[in-house]
């Protein structure tokens, strides 16, 4: 038992010197190359399907919204309905379209998007949050502006779990003396 660990233990510090020495091999040529990449931000890429459109997705709460982003002149449609047809508040139509007001994009981009779950206010966090993304793969230079508004960032806030031995998230049940 004892020579087994002994061979064993042996037989993976030889591994590890082997990897380490491949590592210092391919690291040497590639360390000039290395250190110039770290200085520079980047490169990112445009991202089109085959139809030229720029497909991202965007969460909020529990919405999830497939967003198609195309060059047109500013139609929004969202799940087979006109914006001002599904979100009907004028809050949540300017919510969808900040991204391109914050890119000075208005009226350049036909979206179509594919929203389900949750609330309306979740569904327009959700297609905003996707617009942004797709913004960015369709114009790789708008990443900046959008990033800085926070709008590539998903919003992590969620609903708090009901826990047991209580009437709500954090709300106690009503006490009684007598």
Request: aromatic share 6%; glycine share 8%.
């Given at each position: ?9 042996a ?59 195309k ?21 949540l ?67 708090e ?18």
């Open positions: 038992m004892a020579t087994t660990r002994k061979t064993t233990s037989q993976l510090s030889g591994l590890k010197a082997a990897v380490k020495e491949q590592a210092k091999e391919q690291a040497a040529p590639d360390a000039p190359v290395a250190a110039n990449a770290s200085n520079e931000a980047p490169k990112h890429e445009r991202k089109l399907d085959k139809q030229g459109r720029a497909h991202a997705i965007g969460k909020r709460k529990n919405a999830i919204a497939r967003v198609w982003l060059p047109g002149n500013g139609k929004i449609i969202v799940n087979g309905r006109e914006l001002k047809v599904y979100f009907a508040r004028p809050v139509q300017m919510v969808v379209n900040q991204p391109f007001a914050v890119a000075d994009r208005n009226n350049q981009f036909d979206v179509e998007c594919l929203v389900v779950g949750g609330g309306l206010s979740g569904q327009a966090g959700a297609v905003k949050h996707g617009i942004s993304k797709a913004l960015t793969y369709f114009e790789p230079d708008l990443r900046k502006p959008l990033k800085v508004a926070k709008f590539l960032t998903r919003d992590s806030r969620v609903v779990r009901k826990k047991y031995g209580r009437a709500k998230a954090r709300r106690r049940f009503q006490f009684s003396k007598r």
